[in-house]
């Protein structure tokens, strides 16, 4: 068995391609996860998150580069082991339709050498123990939803990795299902989350990649994004009631979408901006939003949509 360099790091994925024959799935991706991270895996349908996600369960095989999960290459039969520690919830998650809740789990749980005593718990957690000795057939999506993320933490695994978690899932659900990362990261878990519902899941996440049909588009937390994207910063101040639009300095920044006195400002002028709006006695309250991640992402998407029409443009004229 080869060791990690860092005991800390749990995933490595090196120069991984994934091709089938008519379609690169992946593309050259390079990414790491350690102890206690949350990675966030975002792009839109066809974008290679589950292709990401099976390559690390060892599932499939890369066609190129390497994929380290433990220290150990996930599809070889050394990584046994492991997968005792990893736990998946597939996107559209089906079981046995006869068995009840209580029956599923227990099957699943014994599986990974678990008991019917730590099914239960995992129930009560996700809060479907009402439920527990119905067949899953009557169940509604959030049930069944809540019923995969209890069969993804039996054992609290060192790594989870979370297609679509939220998807059937209603506020209070999904307010509670960030809770459980949010402490399953506090006691050492890793999780890869993948999802097409960007609001609410940033301050639950460390680092975010974007993909696009196989390519890795951007890499990083929040903030690096953010930086790397310079987005303006969106400002706006109470009890101005329109002088902005006499203030030679600040009236470049309005929006001009409505009446209301909204700033759209870089980072760079930032302070600036605050400090001169500060100094209007009138001012009662001030709201300063940067850009949140729908907004990265949506700005990564459409920066290599342009990349690719440019390309295609160029070819044409070759
Ligand atoms: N076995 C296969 N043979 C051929 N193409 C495949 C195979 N598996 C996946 N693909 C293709 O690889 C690409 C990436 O698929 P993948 O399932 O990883 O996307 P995704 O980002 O998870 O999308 P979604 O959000 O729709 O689940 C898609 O174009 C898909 O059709």
Redesign the pocket.
């Known amino acids: 068995m080869t060791h990690s360099v860092n005991d800390s790091r749990l995933v490595t994925l090196k120069q991984v391609g994934?091709h089938?024959?008519?379609?690169i799935?992946?593309d050259s991706i390079d990414m790491h996860l350690d102890q206690g991270e949350v990675l966030g895996l975002f792009?839109?349908?066809?974008?290679?998150?589950?292709?990401?996600?099976?390559l690390i369960l060892g599932v499939?095989s890369p066609s190129s580069g390497q994929v380290e999960v433990m220290g150990c290459a996930p599809d070889s039969k050394t990584a046994w082991h492991m997968r005792t520690r990893i736990g998946y919830l597939p996107?559209n998650v089906s079981f046995y339709e006869q068995l009840t809740g209580l029956e599923v789990l227990t099957y699943f749980a014994r599986l990974k050498g678990y008991s019917k005593k730590h099914a239960m718990a995992l129930l009560e957690q996700v809060g479907i123990t009402y439920a527990m000795k119905r067949q899953v057939k009557t169940y509604s999506k959030g049930m069944r939803q809540r019923l995969g993320l209890a069969q993804a933490f039996i054992g609290q695994p060192k790594l989870l990795l979370l297609?679509?978690p939220t998807v059937g899932l209603d506020p209070i659900a999904t307010a509670e299902f960030y809770q459980t990362v949010d402490q399953l990261k506090s006691q050492g878990t890793s999780v890869i989350l993948?999802s097409?519902v960007l609001p609410g899941v940033e301050q639950h996440i460390d680092r975010a990649m974007i993909?696009s049909?196989?390519h890795l588009l951007a890499s990083g937390s929040l903030a690096e994004l953010r930086t790397q994207v310079d987005l303006p910063i969106r400002i706006k101040p109470y009890g101005l009631n329109g002088t902005l639009r006499q203030d030679a300095q600040l009236m470049q920044y309005l929006t001009g979408e409505n009446t209301q006195d909204i700033l759209l400002v870089p980072e760079k002028d930032k302070l600036a901006i605050l400090r001169q709006l500060l100094s209007y006695p009138s001012l009662q309250n001030i709201d300063v939003e940067p850009a949140n991640l729908e907004q990265v992402y949506q700005h990564y998407l459409m920066q290599h949509q342009h990349q690719n029409q440019h390309d295609t443009a160029a070819e044409h004229r070759e």
């Open positions: 994934k089938y024959p008519k379609l799935a992946l792009g839109h349908n066809g974008a290679g998150k589950t292709t990401m996600m099976k499939i996107e297609d679509e993948c097409h993909l049909s196989g």
